[in-house]
Nanobody, 122 residues
Framework: QVQLVESGGGLVQPGGSLRLSCEAC????????IGWFHQAPGKAREGSAF????????FYAPAVKGQFTISRDNTKNAGYLQMNSLNPEDAGIYYC???????????????WGQGTQVTVSS
């Protein structure tokens, strides 16, 4: 069974950047979509960015468009999320997920990583 492992989270000052990574361990990704979700403290998990395996099939939530960039390397079974101009509202746990449809609805994703913590503070 494929496992997803996120990395790259940490503490960053407001205005700073982070690059998150998501690697599939042991197997190729079974589904075409890599999605990144954000869960702020006390809030529900929300979809941020989605990348389907075909080039050009990239979607962003309105809140992060122009701020975040999603990419993937299919040769490494990995996905990435470049986050720029971070502000305290971007803090929380970021999860990557693998699914068949590029949707913001978490229940449509079958495989999830354990999450990586992002803290934005001066």
């Amino acid at each position: 069974q494929v496992q997803l492992v996120e990395s790259g989270g940490g503490l960053v000052q407001p205005g700073g950047s982070l690059r998150l990574s998501c690697e599939a361990c042991g197997f190729s990704l079974p589904e075409p979509v890599i999605g990144w979700f954000h869960q702020a403290p006390g809030k529900a998990r929300e979809g941020s960015a989605f990348n389907k395996s075909r080039a050009g099939d990239i979607f962003y939530a309105p809140a992060v468009k122009g701020q975040f960039t999603i990419s993937r390397d299919n040769t490494k079974n990995a996905g990435y999320l470049q986050m720029n101009s971070l502000n305290p509202e971007d803090a929380g746990i970021y999860y990557c997920a693998n699914g068949h449809v590029a949707t913001t609805i978490p229940k449509f994703y079958r495989t999830w990583g354990q999450g990586t913590q992002v803290t934005v503070s001066s």
